[in-house]
């Protein structure tokens, strides 16, 4: 069973920063396309950024220069280190995954940028 957790999520100041985490198990790691999306509160899901199985990245607009997505093959673990955060970067980030067996997805971890 594929099993993707996201962690590092939380409360952070406009300007700062944060790392999230996400876990995965039930799958070959490094054969995946990964991803990382968010969705903010009456809003749609949205892509963020990608990391291909070959280890290039793809960024959207509105996160480059600001963001940086990276992946740990052997720990099966995919990155999302996020600066210069801002008001609007607040949305559930969550973990995406490109199988074999079709796309699967975490459960989320909040991230909310507030004074």
């Known amino acids: 069973q594929v099993y993707l957790r996201e962690s590092g999520g939380g409360l952070v100041q406009p300007g700062g920063s944060l790392r999230l985490s996400c876990a995965a198990s039930g799958i070959n790691f490094r054969f995946n396309s990964m991803a990382w999306y968010r969705q903010a509160p009456g809003k749609e899901r949205e892509l963020t950024a990608n990391?291909?199985?070959?280890?290039?990245?793809n960024y959207v607009d509105f996160v480059k220069g600001r963001f940086t997505i990276s992946r740990d093959n052997p720990g099966n673990t995919v990155f999302l280190q996020m600066s210069g955060l801002k008001p609007e970067d607040t949305a559930i980030y969550y973990c995406?995954?490109?199988?074999?067996?079709?796309?699967?997805w975490g459960r989320g971890t909040q991230v909310t940028v507030s004074s």
């Open positions: 995406h995954a490109n199988t074999k067996w079709g796309p699967f």
């Open positions: 990391t291909t199985r070959g280890g290039s990245s």
